[in-house]
């Protein structure tokens, strides 16, 4: 039996690629021809960048509960933000005959591109006017070479064409997690202290960078939210437990939550049923002043 690869890539918003390995045969389709207890179980590889952040844990989670909701058999493998692991993984997958992987990118070289630059458009949007047209705004870089972060940027650096008194003074990567971003961001402020421009806000490109920037500005005797605007992508609770607490100031959603979209991808594929190149799962954006109201309803 012939098998061959077909790319369907679909980018749902937290960048997950679909390939469906395919067979020639009528198995392809995902049955052997009857029903209920005929039906065939699909196996699929998916190929997670790692465990950077709380939004990264809650999209693995989402991928596996619904895996197993569907009774399907899930080949997990954890690349530890290291894009030659998640090249070993699909060549493993691929031998183990899979019948479709989903990839969670390291990095957008060599992959096919995807698309957060809206969500950075509305973060440049807000605090803009949050500035009212003018201020010094620090940035925290995802990690290098990674979609999220060169969209987030770009989409921020758009934004801000419209603004030109609202510039970026330092720009620095603090690779998605919570301690590097604590870790810059207190550089930052030692620069400030010195002598530097003032800093008037933090634009992070994750939540958890928020977070550890959080901890260096009350580390540094100013208050987050007042003294220093913040604001950041993701939407997961931690931020919102923030913003409740005054420290955030706002947050775009960037949702994790792509099992269902993920998986009805890989049956209408399977199937032989047509599929769009990009599904894109649509982003909110939360201020502070709405974060008592919505956080009893989010779910990661």
């Known amino acids: 039996m012939r098998n061959k690869i077909l790319t369907v890539a679909a980018a749902l918003t937290g960048a997950l690629c679909l390939t469906a390995v395919r067979s020639d045969s009528a198995e392809a ?21 790692g465990a950077e952040s709380g939004w990264r844990t809650a999209e693995t989670k989402s ?34 005959k899979v019948d479709a992987i989903i990839l969670a990118p390291v990095v957008e070289a060599g992959w096919e591109p995807m698309d957060f ?17 003018k201020g010094n705004v620090v940035e ?11 969209d987030r940027k770009k989409g921020f650096e758009e934004a801000l064409k419209n ?14 997690t919570r301690a590097k971003g604590k870790e810059v961001m207190e550089a930052f402020l030692k620069g400030a202290q010195g002598g530097g421009t003032k800093i008037n806000a933090v634009y992070a490109h994750n939540d958890d960078m928020a977070l550890g920037a959080i901890q260096a500005i009350e580390e540094a005797g100013l208050k987050p939210g007042t003294d220093i605007i913040v604001v950041s992508i993701d939407g997961i609770k931690p931020a919102f437990e923030a ?8 947050t775009v959603e960037c949702n994790p939550l792509l099992g ?35 956080i009893g309803s989010r779910e990661y």
Request: proline share 4%; aromatic share 4%; net charge positive.
């Open 163 to 176: 603004h030109p008194a609202v510039r970026i003074i330092k720009s620095q990567t603090g690779e998605f």
């Open 29 to 49: 389709a995902g049955t052997t021809g009857g029903k209920g207890s005929d039906r065939k179980t699909i196996t699929v590889g998916f190929s997670q960048i």
């Open 140 to 150: 925290l870089q995802g990690t290098p070479g990674a979609a999220p972060a060169l």
């Open 63 to 96: 991928i596996r509960s619904e895996a197993a909701r569907r009774g399907v058999n899930l080949k997990f493998s954890d690349a530890q933000q290291k894009q030659e692991n998640q090249i070993k993984a699909l060549g493993a997958f691929i031998a183990q």
């Open 117 to 133: 630059v809206a969500e950075g458009k509305m973060a440049g949007e807000w605090l803009a006017g949050k500035l009212n047209g």
């Open 243 to 250: 913003m409740l607490a005054g420290k955030l100031n706002c």
């Open 260 to 294: 269902p979209a993920a998986f009805d991808a890989v049956e209408a594929v399977l199937a032989g049923r047509p599929l769009p190149k990009k599904s894109v799962v649509r982003d909110r954006i939360f201020e502070q002043s709405v974060a008592k109201e919505v």
